[in-house]
C-alpha cells in the first residue's frame, strides 16, 4: 500500500468517526435535555445563569464595586403574547440581591402555554450571575387576555472579580426569550396555575 492510500484510508476513517459521534451527540441532545440544562447550569456554558438557594444569597457579602444589569425580552415567532421586562436596568453593588420583574400578555382568544429560554451576556458571566427565583424553565398558562407580572430574584456572585476574564466587566445583559410549550395540557379555561403561581410571586416580592 502506498503512502498516498493509507493517507486516504486515514483519512475515510476520520471522517466515518467524526459523523458517527455528531449523530451521537445528536441524538444525546434529543434524549438528554435535561442533562444539557444541567451541564450549563453548573459551567455557565452557553450564557446559562446559575441557581443558588436562599440561604447561598444570604452568606454572600456585597462589595463597593458596582455592576449593571439590562433586561431584555423576546418572543418567539408564532406565539401571540406580549412579553417584557418592567425595567431597562438595575445598578447594584457586586453581592447584592436584587428583584427585577417581567410582565407577560396573552394577546390570543384561547388560553396557551409558554416556556422561557434565557442567555447572560458576555460571555463568562453567566457562571456568577445567580439566580435565587426565577420563572425561567417553568411552564406559563396564560387564559385568553391574561396579564401576569413575574419576578426574577438575583444576585452576581463577587468571585466575578476574581477571573482575568471577567473582572472588568460592568454590565450584564439577562434576556429571556418565551416559546410556545410542546406541552399544552395545562392550557385549559380553568387552567392558568402557572400563571397564577407567578403572579403570587411577584405580589410576595414586592
Given amino acids: 500500500m502506498t503512502t498516498a492510500q493509507a493517507s486516504t484510508g486515514n483519512n475515510r476513517k476520520v471522517a466515518i ?16 435535555v435535561p442533562l444539557y440544562r444541567l451541564f450549563c447550569q453548573m459551567t455557565g456554558f452557553a450564557g446559562t445563569a446559575q ?10 457579602k456585597a462589595v463597593a464595586q458596582t455592576i449593571s444589569v439590562r433586561f431584555d425580552g423576546n418572543v418567539e415567532s408564532g406565539l401571540p403574547w406580549k412579553f417584557g421586562p418592567s425595567q431597562v436596568s438595575q445598578d447594584m453593588q457586586i453581592g447584592q440581591r436584587r428583584i427585577a420583574f417581567f410582565t407577560a400578555e396573552n394577546l390570543s ?5 409558554g416556556v422561557a ?30 396579564k401576569v407580572e413575574m419576578p426574577v430574584q438575583y444576585y452576581v456572585d463577587p468571585a466575578i ?22 406541552d399544552q395540557s395545562a392550557a385549559k379555561p380553568s387552567g392558568g396555575k402557572a400563571a397564577s403561581k407567578a403572579l403570587d410571586q411577584a405580589s410576595a416580592a414586592r
Avoid at 17 to 32: C, D, Q
Avoid at 109 to 113: G, M, V
Fill in 17 to 32: 468517526m467524526a459523523s458517527a459521534f455528531a449523530l451521537a451527540m445528536l441524538g444525546l441532545g434529543w434524549a438528554s
Fill in 51 to 60: 441557581r443558588a438557594t436562599a440561604e447561598q444569597a444570604a452568606a454572600v
Fill in 109 to 113: 382568544d384561547e388560553p396557551i402555554t
Fill in 117 to 146: 429560554s434565557f442567555n447572560v451576556e458576555p460571555d463568562g458571566a453567566g457562571l456568577y450571575f445567580k439566580k435565587i427565583a426565577c420563572f425561567c424553565f417553568n411552564q406559563q398558562t396564560l387564559q385568553p387576555g391574561q
Fill in 161 to 182: 472579580q476574581d477571573n482575568p476574564d471577567t473582572q472588568y466587566i460592568r454590565q450584564i445583559t439577562l434576556s429571556y426569550t418565551f416559546h410556545k410549550s410542546p
